[in-house]
């Protein structure tokens, strides 16, 4: 991978969705690390905060700011903060995400399709279209737009299809930004997830329905490379894009599959 130097990234902007645990926590440090001013956000100010305040003390430039990305109001409230503060915003990870309970598709209750739906998919677009207005107005223009995908944008698990369809709608969301997006010099892409080790995936190892009806513990890879990958695609210039990335533990059954 490139390697970029802290003083390179210094004056970017990134705000990093779903940043108080897993990997969005990891990718925001990495971030941080590198260099980048990061806009940490996510439903629970107290991780954020803590967050911030570990990364203030290291003389870094954390900013943490509460939303709800389902609500229009909240994201629009984010983007305020961020353009009163930096004026501008290189690079949007879009992590913040959620799962139904896994159950057949005619016990998944409407309610929990809707949350699903208006995290996963809802929120992106949000989002996006907040970064998309600051990254086509601002000087120097344009900017960076990551969308966290998954697995299941290829190859579903059982019992998954809240989660699996707006995993799917992500790919059709990143294609249209990509396309759109050419004109003001806004570019996006895809990283596709499987098996990070973080809180969510726990339930991995001990054990998740494979496609033939078995329960089988799976592998699981460091949240780190996954934060590494994020900081390769963020930190590209503009006129290269990773448009899709796949990166996941070595020995998972995604590709053999069904």
């Not at 902007?13 to 940043?19: C, D, I, S």
Request: glycine share 8%; aromatic share 6%.
């Amino acid at each position: 991978m490139t390697q970029t130097s802290a003083a390179t990234n210094r004056g970017k902007v990134a705000l990093v969705t779903g940043a108080g645990s897993g990997i969005g926590r990891a990718t925001a440090g990495k971030l941080l690390d590198s260099g980048y001013s990061v806009v940490l956000t996510g439903r629970r100010q107290a991780p954020l905060d803590a967050l911030a305040t570990q990364a203030q003390q290291q003389g870094k430039d954390a900013f943490a700011v509460a939303c709800d990305v389902t609500d229009a109001a909240s994201v629009a409230a984010l983007f305020d903060a961020i353009r009163l503060r930096y004026g501008r915003l290189d690079v949007l990870f879009n992590n913040a995400g959620r799962n139904a309970p896994p159950v057949e598709i005619d016990q998944i209750e409407l309610d929990d399709w809707r949350s699903v739906v208006d995290t996963n998919l809802t929120g992106v677009f949000l989002c996006t279209r907040a970064a998309f207005a600051m990254m086509k107005a601002q000087t120097p223009r344009g900017g960076r737009i990551i969308n966290n995908g998954s697995i299941s944008a290829h190859a579903p698990r059982p019992l998954s299809i809240a989660y699996t369809a707006t995993k799917h709608a992500i790919t059709g969301l990143t294609k249209s930004v990509s396309l759109d997006g050419r004109p003001y010099d806004i570019v996006c892409g895809q990283i596709d997830i499987g098996n990070a080790a973080t809180e969510m995936a726990e339930r991995m190892a001990r054990g998740v329905p494979q496609a033939n009806g078995t329960i089988a513990a799976e592998p699981l890879m460091d949240v780190e490379y996954v934060a590494d990958a994020v900081l390769h695609m963020a930190n590209l210039p503009l006129s290269a894009n990773v448009q899709f990335m796949t990166i996941m533990a070595s020995k998972m059954p995604f590709v053999g599959r069904g």
